[in-house]
């Protein structure tokens, strides 16, 4: 089970663009690389997914390098709104990992 | 509202109780899963089925902690003689199986909060 290291907590202001970077040296080759986000008293809810290069949605890019040992999260112009924590998750549909396992995630604050 | 739904959302219990937590998840989704969290804690797995097979359980999952999925549809989480540690939110989530490599997108309910007193 590829394991994931990713700050404990970032600050941020409004309109700026935030960049989350999880490392997950261990990384499978059928692993990919999913991100929640979750808010207080709410449920994690699914935001991307990638396996390599770039990933874009309306919500965030997911920047996947070559050698797939970490990945960025980009959120763009980030509002009061985006303070959450954020989970970075790696595995496979068949692997262990597909019980969806979560680490302690990224506390993101983001200031008027 | 991700289409998950848990019932009841707060609970307070006194310990020695037995209490059950029902989640309903999205009708055509296979999978489903029981996460435990804390504050300031990720949440933790608890257990998986896929349909009504359940498939794996966490070392988290005591004796005192049963779960069911009669059908594969709903699911009960039991948990008996509460203690205080047991206190924390009981999150739900459902998925179909993923697609080729692709872990599936999970889709939480927004948990049941179990306070043992």
């Known amino acids: ?112 | 509202d991700t289409g998950v739904s848990q019932d009841p959302r707060h609970k307070i219990t006194k310990r020695g109780q037995n209490v059950t937590f029902r989640c309903d998840p999205i009708s055509e989704h296979n999978r489903l899963y029981w996460y435990r969290q804390t504050l300031g804690q990720g949440p933790e797995f608890l257990t998986y089925f896929q349909n009504e097979a359940q498939l794996e359980k966490s070392r988290l999952l005591s004796d005192r902690f049963s779960a069911e999925r009669p059908k594969g549809s709903f699911s009960t989480l039991e948990i008996q003689r509460t203690e205080q540690g047991d206190s924390a939110m009981y999150l739900c989530a459902s998925s179909l199986d993923g697609v080729v490599d692709r872990p599936p997108e999970a889709f939480f309910g927004q948990g049941t909060r179990l306070t043992v007193v």
């Open chain 1, 1 to 112: 089970l590829a394991k994931t290291t990713q700050p404990i907590s970032m600050d941020s202001y409004e309109g700026q663009e935030v960049n989350i970077t999880c490392s997950h040296n261990n990384i499978a080759t059928n692993d990919y690389i999913t991100w929640y986000q979750q808010f207080p008293s709410q449920g994690p809810r699914f935001i991307i997914q990638g396996y390599k290069t770039k990933v874009t949605n309306e919500v965030a890019s997911l920047f996947i390098p070559a050698d797939r040992k970490s990945s960025t999260l980009s959120l763009p112009r980030v509002s009061l709104s985006d303070t959450a924590v954020y989970y970075c998750l790696v595995g496979a549909r068949y692997s262990s990992a597909s019980k969806i396992i979560f680490g302690s995630g990224t506390r993101l604050s983001i200031r008027p």
